[in-house]
């Protein structure tokens, strides 16, 4: 059976990283680059045009206003933190333009060139000197930087989870001025976070504050999350990751093959139930994120497995503890992943694909 299964694997190897019981990502591994398509901030929405890597493309206001005022000064704040807060690079070769790095935070830098924010000015005026790396259980990642106009100041730039974010936010960035962030300013964002989701956009928000530069110095020595508090929310990003055309006939062939396929993914619920059902993966719309796994007990995540085929907000813990229980039930399990944080559930998994 687990032969009949690796050869089924070669036949359908064209569905990136959602081929079997259980995956890492949305099945969104593409040909088509991801590209930013929006960003929200606290004055209004800005919508971009282009695909790719390509820095080409122009962005404009809702109801095709043009960007100004307030509302231009929170986009290239957005940007820039989205620019800083970023480990890839945007390259040309003989008219190709290519990311050396991760996709999401390539797309990231395209936006920003799009709209005139250099990381090259960037570079000069806001040098990094300590990160804190993204990791599955924060989901968020910042970085620390020097401001090299203003030497009693320093900068942290924050991006991630929207709704994970917000939470390490006490003031919104209107305009220039950073104001009290109301219970009505969070459901605000928290809804655009919603609605973006709904249109399977993937979604990150941005925020940042400054720091004195004796607590930048201390930051920069010893870089943790920590730093990651009384910050000032700045936007909210989705990004588009199309499936790959030939996605859907791969989850329809391996359902011919007798396969079940799960997604389990650390995007936002409402992301994974639209591409899930764009798929094929579901079509009930059953979506369980893993807050909801940490409250399960065995018995119950057993028989929750035997019924829902979309984990979203998961963590690393939570992808072995998928594994655990489908096996347990007598299913022969096979798992992909593609990041060292996988390694447990590719272990325990009676076929690990890395």
Known sequence: KRNAIVRHLAAVETLGSATVIASDKTGTLTKNEMTVRVVVTASGRVTFDGSGYAPHGAARA?????????????????????DRANNASLQETNGQWTVQGDPTEGALLVAARKCGVSSDTLNSRLPRVGEVPFSSERKLMSTLHRDAEHHDRGLVFTKGAPDVLLTRCTRELVGEEP?????????????????????????????????ASEALAEHSARPDERVEQDLVFAGVIGIIDPPRPEARDAVARARQAGIRPIMITGDHPRTATVIARELGISTDGRTTTGAELDKLSAQALSRTSADVSVYARVNPEHKLRIVDALRGSGAVVAMTGDGVNDAPALMKADIGVA
Do not use: H
């Open 62 to 82: 809702d109801g095709g206003r043009p960007i100004e005022g307030a509302l231009r000064l929170e986009l290239e704040r957005v940007l820039a933190a989205a």
């Open 179 to 211: 104001r009290p962030l109301t219970p009505e300013g969070r459901a605000a964002i928290l809804e655009t976070n919603e609605v973006l989701a709904g249109e399977a956009l993937r979604t990150l928000g941005v925020a940042g504050r400054w720091l």
